[in-house]
């Protein structure tokens, strides 16, 4: 199976999809992984970006992840643009379109609904997955406020915090695969 992770530094931290194809193989599935990924960039810029396209459309992908921008998120109508044009490029393949919802920053718990909500209605939108991520990390701080699932930046995971995104994305996933 191949799996294509598209985003930002919240998707290549701590080499998150190496985590996830770690994951795949301990439950005896084989999977390769790509990375198209560019520091503080959205959806907005790999729909711009002619790599985006040529992979999706001939990468021969079981999966496709999706991430946006999450420090600021900035305005949903430039998410949703970078989204149509991405999905319009993901339906003419066989690929199963996953969004990879982010977490808020640590002293920005609030806005993850917001964040929540952008995600849930684009995946309503699209009739794809969405990998609820922000929503597992606030429950898993609230349950265990011992572990720092924050690198130093607070914004960004650490290597726990990877590893969350990563295993919410196979649970997400694992029912398709």
Same mark, same amino acid.
């Given at each position: ?26 439950? =005896? @599935? ?5 990375? +198209?990924?560019?520091? =503080? ?8 970006? *002619? ?12 999966? @496709? ?9 900035? #305005? ?28 808020? *920053? #640590?002293?920005? *718990? ?53 590893? +969350? ?5 196979? #649970?997400?996933?694992?029912? #398709?695969?």
């Amino acid at each position: 199976m191949r799996t294509l992770f598209i985003g930002n530094s919240h998707t290549y931290y701590n080499d998150m999809p190496k985590m996830f194809k770690d994951i795949c193989q301990e439950n =005896g @599935i084989d999977m390769q992984i790509t990375m +198209l990924t560019k520091g =503080g960039m959205g959806l907005d810029y790999h729909a711009e970006n *002619e790599q985006t396209r040529f992979n999706i459309l001939f990468g021969d992908y079981d999966f @496709i992840v999706l991430q946006h921008v999450a420090h600021p998120m900035g #305005e949903f109508s430039v998410m949703e643009d970078g989204a149509d044009r991405i999905m319009e490029w993901i339906r003419q393949t066989n690929a199963k379109a996953c969004f990879y919802m982010t977490w808020a *920053e #640590e002293y920005n *718990e609030e806005f993850q609904p917001e964040m929540s909500r952008r995600y849930r209605k684009l995946a309503e939108k699209y009739g794809c997955l969405v990998a609820p991520v922000g929503e597992k990390w606030w429950e898993y701080i609230h349950a265990n406020p011992d572990v720092d699932l924050y690198f130093t930046d607070r914004r960004h995971a650490s290597a726990k915090g990877s590893m +969350l995104a990563a295993k919410t994305i196979f #649970e997400t996933l694992k029912s #398709e695969m």
